[in-house]
T-cell receptor, first 114, second 116 residues
């Protein structure tokens, strides 16, 4: 059973377009992280959101944590070819450092073409 | 600074053989994680260590899998005997755990395992 559902699974857009990808769950998370993974490499952390309703911006990327801390979205403005990759969300369910573990979604594979 | 180092980067073996994957975490980090990534199941946590002690191994698929962390700078994941369904990319990640659920995990480049 997948704890975190990401949608869409695949997305192909042209440079300059905007897009939003979603990460949904029926579980409450103490925090949620977004990673980007490029082919042949490991995931790299983009952002961590902790507070329900929190919005964080990273250049053209906007991340939002749902009020109930069960879901999150990633919005990219004016996508560039360098944004191509697999976007993974990961939720942590514990608060104590040594006991928490991340649950990952399967990811959204984004392709941005010139 | 060196990131998480994994070896080998690619491994091709035959069913029934023993496979050992290696990981060197970032110096100073006290938590180490082993993940497996497949198209069908995504990224799954297999086991994680804190201060070289296994904390949660509930993700280890079965007794054929074992992991050790003999010291703070080295960990192994062993599969014996290997089966074709073990084919996947195996990632090691490390973090400095202390602030709880907001810790940043740093991933290695992964080992692509193919079991024929």
């Amino acid at each position: 059973t997948q704890l975190l559902e990401q949608s869409p699974q695949f997305l192909s857009i042209q440079e300059g377009e905007n897009l939003t990808v979603y990460c949904n769950s029926s579980s409450v998370f103490s925090s949620l992280q977004w990673y980007r993974q490029e082919p042949g490499e490991g995931p790299v952390l983009l952002v961590t959101v902790v507070t329900g309703g929190e919005v964080k911006k990273l250049k053209r990327l906007t991340f939002q944590f749902g009020d109930a801390r069960k879901d999150s979205s990633l919005h990219i403005t004016a996508a560039q070819t360098g944004d191509t990759g697999l976007y993974l969300c990961a939720g942590a369910r514990g608060f104590v450092g040594v006991r928490y573990a991340l649950n990952f979604g399967k990811g959204t594979s984004l392709l941005v073409t010139p | 600074d060196a990131g998480v180092i994994q070896s080998p980067r690619h491994e091709v073996t035959e069913m029934g053989q023993e496979v050992t994957l290696r990981c060197k975490p970032i110096s100073g980090h006290n938590s180490l994680f082993w993940y497996r990534q497949t198209m069908m199941r995504g990224l799954e946590l297999l086991i994680y260590f804190n201060n070289n002690v296994p904390i949660d191994d509930s993700g280890m698929p079965e007794d054929r899998f074992s992991a050790k962390m003999p010291n703070a700078s080295f960990s192994t994941l062993k599969i014996q005997p290997s089966e074709p369904r073990d084919s996947a990319v195996y990632f090691c990640a490390s973090s400095l755990t202390g602030t709880g659920s907001t810790d940043t995990q740093y991933f290695g480049p992964g080992t692509r395992l193919t079991v024929l």
